[in-house]
């Protein structure tokens, strides 16, 4: 019998540490919620788990650093993937210096445009939902992610991180216009309509 | 300390008054009078001619309620936004006429903030909540964070109560469509599939909506549509809440705004505070919607922390954000 540490609980998975043949490997388990019935509930957890598996694969494809998916469980809901060792970019973030801010947020850039080329859309944009390891970013919980070629998805899965920075880092949130220098330097469509969308977005939230 | 609240951002005008003792939140009496539109949605000028109609018999029932006289009031508080122009600027009025002839300070607060801080207020485990604010116009998870109330997600078109109230009107109910929509709700089984959209920690409606009306004009039965909705609207809400919840590392959840008197909306978040081990908490229901004694209490915070505003600055502001006030009375 494997052991199975659990190194996280959120929202709506459990993240367990566990052995998958030779490797040392994460279980994402998505857990059934009780508040809500269980035809939204089935329908939620299986359609998400196996969204995500798909995106994950697609995502590594085209060069963004996610983790490998070993096993997938589609009526439990359970992803057996790579255990990515490194730190949260949400714990360092408002210590490192600022050389080290400004390029991690270039590379944020760079890896959310690298998705968005591809038409993948991440959908929970957080730095809580990157590691560092290995001086990569990789991306992680493509839960809320979907596969999508509007200017207006993709910016709002920018805006959901301009937002995460301005609540979590507010001290750094001018920092997001790094991370939108290095979306401009590798997205292949013109950006500006992208980051003219933020805007639009910022605008329309209500009451802003 | 005693404050008189005037509340005027949309349907509601309420005059609420707060006694503060001993940091203690004491209610002294907290009247209410909705504006209901003989059809359609609320028209902004029509909505702030109830309002000026009704406020000057609302203020002496509120002091009469209270048993207090006009002399011992010690600050006058009004929301100074978000909301509607007319409406805002129906219940500022008010306020400044009244700070000016009592001679009293005045004080304008967030609307969006003082939801919050009447719970804080009231409810006495209540500490560090986040607040799942579901009304009309707004729908948003606010928690405290780094010295302000943030917003950490909100609807990206329309608010949830707005969402009921259209398809309400769309199936020809009578303003506010929740209570009723909810009635129904309890007689539906068959669960219809409906859009079910939060990006992050934002969510969406508009689509529910329009699917929901294509379920009407398919003749679907009325009280299975709405089950429908409820089922899913709620647990988005509630999920992006319990999102909040783990983001922030909170453990106390509170529910503000007029549709936390949904029963269903009320289990759902309920349960889901008891499977993540967290408190649950609910004003009670004068205090949820739109009242003046959350005005009240929000200014005697605000002015107790040394915050003061002049008459002649205090403008209304309809785009007043959650996240624009200095929280300073809180560490």
């Known amino acids: 019998m494997t052991e199975k540490t659990i190194l996280y609980r959120g929202a709506e998975a459990e993240i367990c540490l566990t052995n998958y043949m030779k490797y040392k490997v994460v279980q994402k388990r998505r857990v059934q919620k009780t508040y809500r019935i269980k035809d939204i509930d089935d329908r939620l957890i299986s ?131 790094y991370v939108i220098e290095g979306y401009k330097k590798e997205l292949k469509e013109n950006a500006n309509l992208v980051i003219q969308k933020i805007e639009d977005i910022v605008k329309r939230g209500r009451y802003r | 300390m005693i404050c008189l609240g005037i509340e005027g951002t949309a349907h509601s005008i309420g005059v609420g008054i707060i006694e503060n003792n001993r940091r203690k939140c004491i209610v002294l009496s907290n009247i209410i009078k909705i504006y209901r539109p003989k059809q359609g949605g609320i028209h902004p000028r029509e909505a702030a001619n109830h309002h000026a109609i009704h406020l000057a018999d609302l203020i002496k029932e509120s002091i009469n309620v209270a048993g ?25 009025t008010a306020a400044r006429a009244l700070s000016l002839s009592l001679k009293k300070p005045i004080m304008g607060v967030n609307h969006c903030v003082a939801h919050l801080e009447i719970g804080r207020g009231t409810l006495d485990e209540c500490k560090d909540p986040v607040l799942l604010y579901t009304s009309g116009a707004n729908t948003q998870v606010i928690a405290f964070a ?14 949830i109560g707005n969402c009921l109230d259209k398809f309400g009107r769309k199936i020809g109910l009578e303003f506010p469509c929740g209570p009723k929509i909810e009635k129904l709700a309890e007689k539906g089984n068959q669960y219809l599939e409906l859009p079910y959209s939060i990006k992050g920690m934002d969510i969406a409606f508009s689509g529910l909506l329009t699917a929901s009306e294509q379920y009407y004009q398919k003749n679907k039965r009325l009280e299975d549509i709405c089950f429908s909705i409820q089922e899913t609207t709620f647990a988005a809400l509630t ?62 915070l605000m002015y107790n922390n040394g915050i003061r505003l002049k008459v002649e600055e205090s403008y209304i502001d309809q785009r007043f954000r959650t996240d624009m006030v200095d929280v300073s009375w809180r560490d």
Not at chain 1, 49 to 71: C, F, H, M, N, W
Not at chain 1, 154 to 164: N, S, Y
Not at chain 2, 69 to 87: A, E, M, R, T, Y
């Open chain 1, 47 to 177: 359609t998400r788990t196996k969204g995500e598996t798909k995106l994950i694969a697609e995502a590594r494809k085209q060069g963004v650093s996610v983790p490998i998916i070993y096993d997938v469980d589609l009526k439990s809901g359970i992803i057996t993937m790579e255990y990515i060792e490194g730190k949260r970019i949400k714990d360092i973030f408002n210590y490192l210096n600022k050389k080290e801010r400004i390029d991690i947020c270039k590379k944020i850039g760079v890896n959310i445009a690298k998705l968005h080329n591809n038409d993948i859309i991440h959908g929970d944009i957080t730095t809580s939902n990157m590691i560092l390891a290995n001086d990569r970013i990789h991306f992680i919980d493509f839960g809320l992610g979907e596969k999508n070629n509007e200017i207006e998805t993709k910016g709002v899965d920018l805006h959901v991180l301009m937002e995460a920075i301005d609540s979590t880092h507010s001290k750094y949130s001018d920092y997001f216009d």
């Open chain 2, 68 to 92: 207090v006289d006009f002399n011992k009031i010690d600050l006058i508080s009004f929301s100074q936004g978000p909301g509607l122009g007319p409406c805002l600027r129906t219940a500022a």
């Open chain 2, 146 to 159: 780094e010295g302000k109330y943030r917003v950490f997600g909100e609807t990206l078109d329309i608010g």
């Open chain 2, 239 to 300: 999920e992006i809440t319990e999102r909040a919840m783990a983001h922030t590392d909170k453990d106390e959840v509170l529910l503000g705004g007029g549709v936390a008197s949904n029963k269903r909306l009320r289990d759902m978040v309920h349960k889901m505070a008891e499977d993540r081990g967290a408190r649950f908490f609910v004003p009670s229901k004068d205090l949820c919607i739109d009242n003046g004694a959350m005005i009240a209490w929000l200014g005697i």
